[in-house]
């Protein structure tokens, strides 16, 4: 008898892990995978093993972009498998070829099957000539840039690569690039504006035909196959660098202030209407509370400091004009800032333990005295959800929250000070601000949009493009200003998808753009709201004007 019950539940439990498997093998069945497959040719004829790579264009350029690859047949043939949904940028790597037509982004639906992505091969173009110095000897090792006018058709990031690429001159002072799609160029050596650079001497930038103004440069044109040769630059004498060195303390005691960040950060006129600003962290003070800062072409600049985060050391700034000369023995003093205090609360919870794993709320300062200083302090919110912002700047502060985990989003429901509600804080000189609190909500990043961008009344006039802005509103239909998504590509088929979305209303906007000019030449705009584990599907439709320019 017992015997018979123990082989009875084995038998029951055959039965089960079976139907177990058999479920699992029907899931897994069902889990399909999209390919995109065509032909390359070249001139009409099959390019054979050639290797076509689908870059997954949502993960940009950074390290861990998903990269497919294949290898063309005899008969030019190409299949790419196991493709997520997405939207993929597809190439092909030739370094002395370029695409004929616009092969662009494709959109992948879950398991779908596309077909005839084609790429048509024809022969780059190419620019070469010689750079000289002011004796006419050959500048040897000499980056050599060049620039589109224009994108061309088909100029993708594996394209746009090719003219960075270690374009330098030889030991003749000779370059030569090639690969080149058909287009307008321009070619330039040196550098522009001031800055920090890498040696104690550098060359202007100098444009074919040895002219430093841009406007003046002569436009290159390559058609297909073609040689541009005799691009020679002469430049002018190397101009020298300075070094500017000192001491940071600090403002109370005039001690030095040790082993702290400093950056630097300079602006650079273009005109009377224009400037642009940059800055970078570019060392550490020594035990001495030293810093300096070598090869600074002359210019005005600001080094600031850039603590830690969750740092108590007060900020510090000073701006200082190079000219024709070293500075030495700077003296900067910290000046003690404000700070936030607070916590941090899930919208209907008191507390949510690991909630708050990776998350970090920064304070946006408005009227700072210094474009160079941290403008936006941060400090890492504890399992507990408290936080403090040290280093705040006096003005209106705007406080908002972003997390480095992929997988979570967070968005600030209120802000109370004292339990009174205060979208933005006004801080005081030194005042050190606490009672805050700051509601989030937890937000899903499941929903998804996919589309069709249809032309009705006639076809795209070349070398129009369309362009697509996906952008989230607010409970007033405004954009959010501190929130936004990656931009989805549009396929040749008028297709895009984006995905990772949370949940609300988000403002869909398509444009007819014509290169080279700076106003759109149509646009249609239409709300879409998104809800959590769902994809949207809309058609956005695009009426031609008669006769469009």
């Known amino acids: 008898m017992v015997s018979s019950t123990r082989q009875a539940i ?12 058999l479920q699992a093998q029907t899931s897994a069945e ?12 070249i001139k009409g004829k099959p390019a054979v093993r050639i290797m076509v790579l689908a870059n997954d264009v949502r993960e940009g350029q950074s390290s861990n972009t998903r990269r497919y690859r294949t290898t063309t047949d005899q008969t030019g043939s190409y299949r790419i498998t196991n493709l997520a949904a997405g939207t993929y940028e597809i190439s092909a790597i030739t ?22 992505i ?16 002011s004796e ?16 061309p058709s088909g100029f993708s990031t594996t394209l746009m690569s090719r003219l960075y690429i270690d374009n330098r001159t030889d030991d003749r002072g000779v370059y030569r690039v090639f690969g080149l799609p058909a287009g307008k160029y321009k070619v330039y050596v040196g550098e522009s504006g001031s800055g920090r650079r890498s040696s104690r001497e550098y060359y202007n930038q100098t444009f074919y035909p040895s002219v430093s103004d841009a406007a003046k440069a002569t436009v290159i044109e390559v058609t297909e196959g073609s040689e541009a040769d005799h691009i020679d630059i002469v430049l002018g004498r190397p101009v020298g660098t300075f070094r500017v060195t000192g001491r940071l303390v600090d403002g109370e005691t005039g001690r030095p202030i040790p082993n702290i960040m400093y950056g630097v950060g300079h602006t650079i006129k273009h005109d009377q209407y224009s400037s642009s600003s940059s800055s970078s962290t570019v060392g550490e003070t020594n035990a001495n509370g030293e810093f300096r800062l070598e090869n600074i072409t002359p210019g005005r600049y600001t080094i600031f400091t850039s603590p830690a985060e969750g740092s108590d050391v007060p900020a510090a700034s000073q701006t200082v004009e190079v000219v024709d000369r070293d500075l030495t023995d700077l003296r900067i003093e910290t000046t003690k800032g404000s700070s936030l205090s607070g916590v941090v609360m899930l ?10 794993n990776d998350l970090r709320i920064c304070a946006t300062v408005q009227n700072t005295d210094s474009a160079f200083t941290n403008s936006s302090p941060s400090s890492v919110v504890s399992q507990k959800g408290t936080f403090t912002i040290n280093g705040v700047r006096s003005g209106l502060v705007r406080l908002w929250v972003y997390s480095r985990d992929n997988q979570k ?45 249809k032309i009705e009344n006639g076809e795209l006039p070349p070398p129009s493009q369309l362009w697509l802005l996906v952008w989230p509103l607010d409970e007033n239909l405004q954009p959010k200003r501190t929130s936004s998504i990656p931009q989805p590509k549009l396929d040749a088929r008028g297709r895009f ?3 990772g979305l949370p949940a609300g209303t988000y403002r869909l906007t398509v444009q007819i753009y014509a290169p080279g000019r700076t106003k759109v030449v149509d646009e249609k705009t239409q709300p879409v709201t998104v809800t959590d584990d769902t994809v949207t599907e809309v058609t956005l439709t695009l009426k031609l004007q008669p006769n469009p320019n």
């Open 497 to 499: 998808f984006a995905e």
């Open 347 to 356: 919208d209907g919870n008191d507390r949510a333990p690991n909630m708050f």
């Open 10 to 21: 084995t038998c029951i439990l055959l039965v089960l892990v079976a139907a177990v498997c």
């Open 30 to 41: 069902r889990v399909v995978s999209g390919s995109i497959s065509g032909k390359v040719t």
């Open 409 to 453: 989003q967070f968005e600030i429901v209120r802000v109370e000070r004292n339990g009174v509600p205060q979208p933005e804080i006004n801080v005081k000189d030194r005042e050190q601000v606490a009672g805050i609190r700051v509601i989030v909500k937890s937000l899903k990043l499941t929903g998804a949009i996919r589309g069709q961008v």
């Open 118 to 133: 084609d790429l048509l091969l024809v022969p780059g173009g190419v620019i070469t000539g010689k750079i000289t110095d």
């Open 136 to 151: 006419g000897e050959p500048v040897i090792g000499q980056p050599v840039n060049i620039t589109p006018q224009q994108f």
């Open 95 to 116: 370094p002395a070829l370029v695409p004929a037509n616009q092969s662009g982004s494709v959109v992948v639906s879950e398991g779908e099957q596309v077909e005839d």
